[in-house]
């Protein structure tokens, strides 16, 4: 190894006659003693040999491209330089050579690179033999568009994982042939994990430009799961996902970890058994369409979410027809159903949005231009308008009968709130076995699922086109955009409750015990028993910042304010809907403010169901961290089996489980499937966040993935800054107790939780920014976050 990886540039000079998949530009090796002798010698002769081309004069230093450290991008190349102009080439010489001198005591053995500059670039980038992080078994590119130096001088680019089980032949052009250098490389270095920069000609030709060990890698080594593992299980997945596209009678299933019911945000990419099987069991097994038939939506057979590998997915087919209007016929929904679909693969980043972007489940102010675009596809004008009266008496029948539904959903919610308070009653008096605690298991999350979910998914829904009617007064000119802010923030919920609640507590008045009454069920991880409820966490409520006090603005409290009233009244005349101005507002602010109450209130059900699991194992010896690994249903059929039954049985469980985690948690899959080529070549572009108000705010960057979740509460480091997070579901809320400027989060859509809540709080945030940016912004120390303008800066 000694021998063939040298410098950068002795280690072009070996690999050049002994590869046949990829090209080395003509090179030329200086000494920087010959140089330094006789620079207008050393000029000369580069002029000589490159007889007039465009060069770029490069770093080849013994401090870069070693096993233990590469020092990439340490020592300045310089591109563009005409290899007859003397000044030219002696100035970029001496920059190269000023970059040694920053920290290399004798400079005079080290080398300096001339080659000729690659013309006709179609990408450039980097690519990894493995993925860096964990060492997993892909191959990683980074490429950037027509640049040769893009990725390596630290701008964006599109990212590709590439199994290491792939075929090359079924790679897409030209990555193929990248591979294919690759792999050939990897032959002559004897499979040792390596780090090429490269760039491939618009005649698909790959030019390597530097070839070193991928030290991160190398000194990472082995991983506990065998590469062969990792391909069995891609095997593996594809397999399901084929049974499930046959099951769900669609050729290439679109699948998202993202659209709709986004559980991506709410329970991650990565999560235990047990958390994904509760948020199955609540709600996406049958729960978020009861919720939705109950209010004109079709019926719909089947579950909402699937899992491939550890990740979980949702069916967009089932998420578009569980979103149409009953009304709408088998012929019209088929057609609709082709354009969604068509609709989705043009745009991939539309997968967060689909409820704004793609389908048409309600009508607002937008909605007749939105479906007339419907010509362009096919649709008749008879359909367009049939489609648009059908959602037009949809949203009506809604909206007039908001109260009423409102009103019979709080009185089932009522009865979830009594069983549960029955039940802890019982806790409390009495000593419980472990058959007990199970049957109350059982119990709650029956009533959960008859008093709980199914009401908060229609208040979800109502809340969505509450939402959806804001923004299209806003984007038809019938209020500012600024106005509709100030208005979100006169939307009081739980959240803005908890803030005054925390600031009464930080201040003395409200005891750490009403505190926890209240808020103690909240964890950060709803569904994640191995996350802390508030109530065990450890606060300093003395530290909190006062400014954070939520200011209740009255400025568009449109039932208060005669003009925007008028304003109202004069939409709702344009739409034709049948309802009063001052109705229409109790509809907008109340379905705001009930869909998070209600999924405030379920959730303290769900955290105690939660903590009886959690004692249960306790009392079989089994850590939290173990339960995680039972599925709810292992779970639910113990309740009338023996103790020692029931943990040989969760033992076995939890060890075959956490043996299947721990091989999927190796795999990297793509936000959308649909084909199983995406399984084994995920393609990471950026995706499109969803910015929250419009201002433009900037500071100091503080990466919440880096600190412990279960200290979390204690820490006052928020404050003054810019938040970034991986997703934030009700248990992030002590975030908004604390003054911080803004927020990032690499999932979320438009109507999730995080987006509701900054809206509330006028807090400028990017909401579901995806892997692309996300990794781009926890990188930064200082960030300019400007949501006006749709943009995420790093600040110098």
């Known amino acids: ?140 590119i980074t490429y950037a568009a027509n640049s040769t130096d893009a990725v ?214 937008l909605t007749p231009m939105r479906v007339g675009e419907l010509a362009k596809y096919g649709f008749s004008s008879l359909e367009i308008a049939d489609l648009k009266e059908i959602l037009f008496t949809h949203t009506n029948n809604i909206v007039c009968n908001y109260r009423k539904i409102v009103e019979n959903d709080l009185q089932a919610l009522n009865g979830l709130m009594v069983h549960r308070e029955n039940i802890k009653s019982n806790l409390r008096m009495s000593a419980n076995d472990i058959k007990t605690l199970l049957q109350y298991v059982v119990e709650l999350l029956e009533s959960i699922k008859l008093y709980g979910t199914p009401k908060f998914a229609r208040q979800a829904r109502m809340a969505f086109i509450a939402k959806s009617f804001c923004r299209s007064f806003a984007a038809c000119g019938y209020f500012p955009e600024k106005e509709i802010d100030d208005f979100m923030m006169s939307i009081y919920t739980v959240a803005a409750q908890y803030d005054a609640d925390f600031q009464e507590f930080a201040t003395g008045n409200m005891t750490r015990e009403e505190f926890d009454e209240r808020y103690g069920h909240l964890r950060s991880g709803t569904y994640d028993i191995t996350c802390d409820t508030y109530a065990s966490m450890s606060f300093s409520p003395k530290k909190c910042n006062e400014k954070s006090k939520k200011i209740k603005k009255t400025m568009l409290e449109l039932k208060d304010v005669p003009l925007a009233e008028e304003r109202v009244s004069e939409a709702l005349r344009d739409m034709g809907f049948n309802i009063s101005a001052k109705e229409f507002i109790y509809f907008l602010k109340t379905s705001m403010e009930q869909r998070e109450y209600f999924k405030f209130e379920f959730t303290k059900t769900l955290s105690l169901v939660i903590d009886l699991i959690a004692e249960i194992g306790e009392r079989l010896g089994i850590e939290k961290s173990d339960m995680a690994f039972l599925d709810i249903d292992d779970i639910r059929v113990c309740a009338n089996k023996r103790t020692e039954e029931i943990r040989n049985m969760w033992y076995t469980i939890i060890i075959e489980n956490k043996q299947r985690y721990r091989i999927n948690s190796m795999l990297i899959l793509p936000g959308v499937i649909h084909d199983k080529r995406n399984i084994s070549y995920i393609e990471q572009r950026e995706e499109r966040p969803n910015f929250i108000t419009s201002k433009c705010v900037s500071g100091e960057v503080i990466a919440l993935e880096d600190y412990d979740r279960d200290d979390i509460a204690t820490i006052e480091a928020v404050s003054n800054k810019i938040v970034v997070i991986t997703k934030a579901d009700p248990g992030y809320d002590w975030i908004f107790a604390h003054d911080i400027l803004g927020f990032v989060t690499k999932y979320g859509g438009v109507a999730s939780h995080m987006a509701i809540r900054c809206a509330e709080f006028d807090i400028p945030a990017a909401i579901g920014c995806g892997n692309v940016i996300y990794n781009e912004a926890i990188s930064m120390n200082r960030m300019i976050l400007d949501c006006k303008n749709g943009k995420i800066i790093r600040e110098e």
């Open 152 to 365: 390596t001088s630290g701008e964006s680019g599109v990212t590709i994982y590439v199994s290491r089980s792939s075929e090359v032949a079924d790679l897409p052009y030209p990555f193929a042939g990248l591979i294919r250098a690759v792999m050939e490389l990897e032959g002559i270095y004897e499979n040792i994990p390596l780090d090429v920069e490269f760039a491939i000609d618009k005649g698909g030709k790959v030019i390597l430009f530097q070839v070193r060990p991928l030290a991160a890698c190398i000194n990472m080594g082995q991983n506990d799961v065998d590469d062969m593992e990792v391909s069995r299980a891609i095997a593996d997945i594809k397999q399901d996902y084929k049974r499930l596209s046959d099951m769900l009678g669609e050729r290439n299933a679109i699948m998202s970890d993202m659209a709709f019911w986004n559980p991506a945000e709410i329970i991650g990419e990565n999560p235990h058994p047990l958390d994904y099987s509760l948020y199955r069991d609540i709600i996406t097994k049958s729960a978020w369409n009861q919720g939705l038939n109950y209010i004109g939506y079709k019926e719909v057979d089947g579950e909402l979410m699937y899992r491939l590998g550890n990740k979980p997915y949702i069916s967009l087919r089932k998420t578009f027809l569980g979103l149409m209007p009953q009304e709408i016929d088998r012929r019209l929904a088929d057609k609709l159903l082709n354009y969604y679909n068509k609709k989705l693969l043009s745009d991939i980043t539309a997968h967060d949005k689909v409820e704004f972007e793609i389908v048409f489940s309600n009508y607002d102010l």
């Open 1 to 140: 190894m000694a021998l063939i990886i040298g410098t950068k540039a002795d280690t072009l000079e070996y690999l050049k006659n002994r590869i046949c998949c990829s090209d080395i530009e003509k090179l030329l090796i200086l000494y920087v003693s010959d140089y330094l002798s006789d620079k207008k010698a050393a000029s000369q002769r580069i002029a000589d040999y490159f007889a007039g081309e465009t060069i770029v004069v490069r770093s080849s230093s013994t401090n870069e491209d070693n096993s233990s450290s590469s020092n990439a991008g340490h020592y300045e190349s310089i591109l563009n330089v005409a290899a007859n102009d003397q000044y030219q080439v002696i100035n970029a010489i001496d920059e190269v050579i000023a970059s040694y001198q920053k920290d290399i005591a004798d400079i005079n053995r080290e080398q300096i690179l001339i080659q000729r500059q690659v013309t006709d670039v179609l990408y450039s980038g980097v690519v990894f033999s493995r993925e860096i992080k964990n060492n997993r078994p892909y191959y990683t």
